[in-house]
T-cell receptor
């Protein structure tokens, strides 16, 4: 049973436009969410996070939105750049635990 | 400051062979993790260690053992490798927010 789901395996966006990556979760005990970016042959790198007490967190071109009632979060990248082309993973953890459960990833391709 | 290092980078095993994947971090982090990445499956947690001396199972622990040798090192052992364990293995250690990942070990079991 997949507790964290990324239903879009891939996404293509024109350079300069907005990229929206989505993530759904089923476990209502999750209260901390993270996004990672992964280039081929490298480990994932942390991008941005959000706590369940917030509904939005922004860091430069990256904004994460959390809708707790829908158990849904999204990552917005504005404007998208070719260097953003990578696989993006969302991850979730529950309060007081150290376990992060990852989604299956979405491959973003930003077209120049 | 090397971050998280993993050895080896690549390994080929025959079914039934054993091996240990090594991981070390020099950031004085308490928590360390082992994940495997498979196509279409994302990153799945194998084992984690919240602090030195403690280890806990993750989502897919079967066929693996771990040792938190000290605060720096967290090793993953395959006692009898199976083709289903062909994967890319990532070690990570945690800061308060997010984890720092190593570069990965690509394992092929024939």
């Amino acid at each position: 049973d997949q507790q964290v789901k990324q239903n879009s395996p891939s996404l293509s966006v024109q350079e300069g436009r907005i990229s929206i990556l989505n993530c759904d979760y089923t476990n209502s005990m999750f209260d901390y969410f993270l996004w990672y970016k992964k280039y081929p042959a490298e480990g994932p790198t942390f991008l941005i996070s959000i706590s369940s007490i917030k509904d939005k967190n922004e860091d430069g071109r990256f904004t994460v939105f959390l809708n707790k009632s829908a158990k849904h979060l999204s990552l917005h990248i504005v404007p998208s750049q070719p260097g953003d082309s990578a696989v993006y993973f969302c991850a979730a953890s529950g309060s007081g635990t150290y376990k992060y459960i990852f989604g299956t990833g979405t491959r973003l391709k930003v077209l120049a | 400051n090397a971050g998280v290092t993993q050895t080896p980078k690549f390994q080929v095993l025959k079914t039934g062979q054993s091996m240990t994947l090594q991981c070390a971090q020099d950031m004085n982090h308490n928590s360390m993790y082992w994940y495997r990445q498979d196509p279409g499956m994302g990153l799945r947690l194998i084992y984690y260690s919240a602090s030195e001396g403690t280890t806990d199972k993750g989502e897919v622990p079967n066929g693996y053992n771990v040792s938190r040798l000290n605060k720096r090192e967290f090793s993953l052992r395959l006692e009898s490798a199976a083709p289903s364990q062909t994967s890319v293995y990532f070690c990570a250690s945690s800061v308060p927010i997010g984890s720092i990942f190593g570069p990965g070990t690509r394992l092929l079991v024939l």
